[in-house]
């Protein structure tokens, strides 16, 4: 089973509706993160939680919030979403309890807003 | 915020060829790090770099984390073709709280 996993893989849906992409990861990691991936630009931060309790924005957080509910749990939110929110999501962990804060993606969300 | 200038931004080579990218910033990192992301998938960690001159390989594959802390290079000798995919460079620093910078990354294409 894989470690780190993402619902739904991909999702197509219209312009202003609210949509949800989870992430559960069975890693014991304390840190999550959502990251959207946009050809030619690399990936870049949305938001980031260190711990059950925190919340931080990242580099593009507009347009999104999320959830943390658990340690294994990391859901993102498009409250309303917009067509150049069309994108590749990942969601990844990583446990700073090592040398390096070394992040575990998982599969992605294609999304699609039309 | 921190930039990573990675290039080339894409190559096209036949199997058995090297290959070389590399990423430089105007800041420092404490940690350099090198992913690979096949098609349809999330990105894996390929090497970490934890020291500035250290050079650290794996198989194939060798990264350098440069003496100025401001860049770092990955090699990968005699290519086969599932080495295609998109190559990430990303550097850490402990003053933004672990929070890794990538750069936009480099798509391999190796020709059979």
């Known amino acids: 089973d894989a470690d780190v996993t993402q619902t739904p893989r991909n999702r197509i849906t219209k312009t202003g509706k609210r949509i949800m992409l989870e992430c559960s990861q069975t890693?014991?990691?304390?840190?999550m993160y959502w990251y959207r991936q946009d050809p030619g630009l690399g990936l870049r931060l949305i938001y980031y939680?260190?711990?059950?309790?925190?919340?931080n924005k990242g580099e593009i957080s507009d347009g999104y919030s999320v959830s943390r509910q658990a340690q294994a749990k990391f859901s993102l939110s498009l409250e309303s979403a917009i067509p150049n929110q069309t994108a590749l999501y990942f969601c990844?962990?990583?446990?700073?309890?090592?040398?390096?804060?070394?992040?575990?993606f998982g599969p992605g969300t294609r999304l699609t807003v039309l | 915020g921190q930039q990573l200038n990675q290039s080339p931004q894409s190559m096209f080579i036949q199997e058995g060829e090297d290959v070389s990218m590399n990423c430089t910033s105007s800041s420092i990192f404490n940690t350099w790090l090198w992913y690979k992301q096949d098609p349809g998938e999330g990105p894996v960690l390929l090497i970490a770099l934890y020291k500035a001159g250290e050079l650290t390989s794996n198989g194939r594959l060798t990264a350098q984390f440069g003496i100025t802390r401001k860049d770092s290079f990955l090699n990968i000798s005699a290519s086969i073709p599932s080495d295609v995919g998109i190559y990430f460079c990303a550097g850490l620093t402990r003053g933004s709280n672990y929070k890794l910078t990538f750069g936009k990354g480099t798509l391999l294409t190796v020709n059979p």
């Open positions: 890693k014991g990691h304390d840190r």
């Open positions: 990844a962990t990583s446990d700073f309890g090592g040398p390096v804060d070394t992040q575990y």
């Open positions: 939680s260190f711990d059950v309790k925190d919340i």
